[in-house]
């Protein structure tokens, strides 16, 4: 069994700890590797190597630093169909699943191409007389990024080519749930001709947190996961002096109005319900039909198409979902559903069901579809990360929307309607940071920026976008006057002892 080491310094690193974890294999529900997890020295031996590279990579022209971006660009896209099988094998979503993620972090890399762009600053002439006023943008210094499982690839891509882009150096610390494909990635990312020690992955867990959160030569952290440990991350960072930010948990829902062409709705539900099987922050997991007649339809459509779906490891081209990723994740989503029955909600599918023959010892769980939820279920009120749907029915629009808002979470929701008015109320009216109309998943380009509200978000920046940039930029403004110049021509002799004008 080899053990996935660390990147550091432009090359495969083991440091100094002795400690390590298992790496599952989510179809089989067995170890096939273990994660090297680094101490909390050798966080600090990582944070000086970056430290000193970064000063002059952040000293290059933003020009230069794009040429490296653009190199990237094409080997991330040469070597796509090398990289899904080591995503899919530790997390165990679909192939296709796996490409789509790592195509969505290639589109992050291809908005940083233009970095020269996106840091020019402001001017201004004559802010007073012969005083000029400009602004720019210089790097931070030394950036962590603190990554989940479930998009191994993708959203380390949200954090690091931006800050890299920027002039920063950067240190990963991956989920130790799904480590090699980030490896590779690195690996990749220093033959386009990034500096050595500029990006670094340590593999770890607490310790190595901890160790970022509070060295001093961390600048800033961002962080994508669950909302106990990014509200954790965010108190301990900001307390020492970082900025953060920290995008969190989701609870979040699909408003189906009784114009709703039903067949889309059901299409969009199937997709960003039981994708990547419920393991995303944007996964819809409550449908609001407003109506008992929209939402029966709604489940005479939608049931058939639940149960239908196909649950096989990654490698098969059929798989529709594949397992969950732990023991742990597994046995957390079935004490929701049974909590779910216990609490009179109807499961209208059960996905406790699926057994796959060959692989009864992983985590697989069939897609569940839950009618009758109301808002005081942990069903509804808890982030499932499951493949579980609840229906939840509203009987007006303003009650849908009430819904919505009085949720702790604001991460994303959507609205499947014909009726413009309708659809342009909801997105003013609903407080949430991420909305879609007729669109089930609304995750925004890499060129605009990807966060949420309330309990969603930590910290005052979303991530890539232009509010990556500011998140990795300090902005500074230069005010100036000059003294008087030599404007009646060229002088050439010296002023000597007395002669000379002040």
């Known amino acids: 069994m080899y053990t996935v080491q660390h990147f550091v ?50 000293a290059q022209p933003p020009a230069k ?15 796509i169909d090398e990289l899904a099988p080591l ?5 165990g979503k679909t192939l296709a699943d796996a490409k789509g993620e790592i195509a ?46 479930n998009f191994p690839a993708m959203v380390p891509l949200w954090m690091y080519p931006v800050s890299l882009a920027c002039g920063n150096a950067f240190i990963l610390k991956p989920s130790e749930k799904a480590p090699s494909v980030v490896m590779r990635i690195a690996e990749l990312l220093h033959e386009a001709g990034l500096p050595a020690g500029v990006f670094n992955v340590v593999n770890g867990d607490k310790e190595a947190v901890d160790a970022i959160l509070d060295h001093a030569d961390i600048d800033a952290v961002s962080f994508v996961g669950s909302t106990a440990i990014g509200q954790y991350i965010y108190s301990r960072g900001t307390a020492n002096g970082k900025r953060v930010q920290a995008l969190c948990g989701a609870k979040n829902h699909l408003v189906v109005m009784p114009d709703a062409d ?75 559903i049974a909590e779910g029955e216990s609490a009179g909600a109807k499961l209208v599918v059960d996905g406790r069901r699926v057994k796959l023959q060959g692989y009864e010892e992983g985590f697989f769980l069939g897609g569940c579809l839950f009618d009758n939820v109301t808002s005081d279920m942990s069903i509804y009120k808890d982030e499932i990360f499951g493949p579980v749907l609840s229906v939840l ?33 909801f997105f003013t009216r609903v407080r949430i940071g991420m909305v879609g109309v007729n669109v089930p998943i609304p995750v925004p380009v890499a060129y605009h920026s990807f966060g949420g509200w309330k309990r969603s978000l930590f910290g005052d920046h979303h991530i890539h ?13 230069m005010t100036t006057r000059w003294p008087s110049g030599i404007k009646e021509g060229a002088v050439f002799n010296f002023h000597a002892g007395s002669d000379t004008k002040g």
């Open 65 to 79: 630093r794009a040429t490296v971006m653009f190199a990237f660009r094409d080997l991330l896209l040469r070597h």
């Open 465 to 477: 976008g232009m509010e990556g940039v500011r998140f990795n930029t300090r902005l500074k403004t």
């Open 393 to 425: 029915r509203a009987q007006s629009y303003d009650e849908a929307v009430g819904l919505i808002n009085a949720h702790e979470y604001g991460n994303g929701t959507s609205i499947f309607t014909r009726d413009g008015d309708t659809a342009r109320d």
């Open 262 to 336: 039903m067949e889309k709705v059901v299409d969009a539900l199937i997709g960003s319900a039981y994708g990547s099987a419920g393991e995303r922050c944007m996964a819809i997991s409550v449908a609001v039909p407003v109506g008992d007649e929209t939402a029966d339809r709604l489940i005479e459509v939608l049931a058939p198409r639940v149960e239908a779906l196909k649950v096989a490891p990654f490698d098969d081209p059929a798989s529709d979902m594949g397992p969950v990723i732990s023991r742990q994740s597994l046995d957390r989503i079935l004490n929701y």
């Open 9 to 58: 310094d432009g090359k495969i690193w083991a440091g100094n700890s002795d400690r390590s974890a298992d790496v599952f294999n989510p179809a089989l529900g067995t170890a096939m590797s273990k994660v090297a997890l680094a101490s909390a020295a050798d966080v600090a031996d990582v944070i000086a190597i970056a430290k000193a590279a970064q000063v002059r990579w952040g």
């Open 87 to 91: 995503l899919s094998r530790e997390h």
């Open 104 to 149: 969505r972090g290639i589109e992050v890399v291809e908005f940083v191409c233009g970095i020269p762009h996106l840091l020019k600053g402001e001017y201004s002439e004559q802010v007073a007389s012969q005083v000029d006023s400009f602004s720019i943008r210089q790097p931070l210094g030394v950036v962590a990024g603190i990554t989940p499982f």
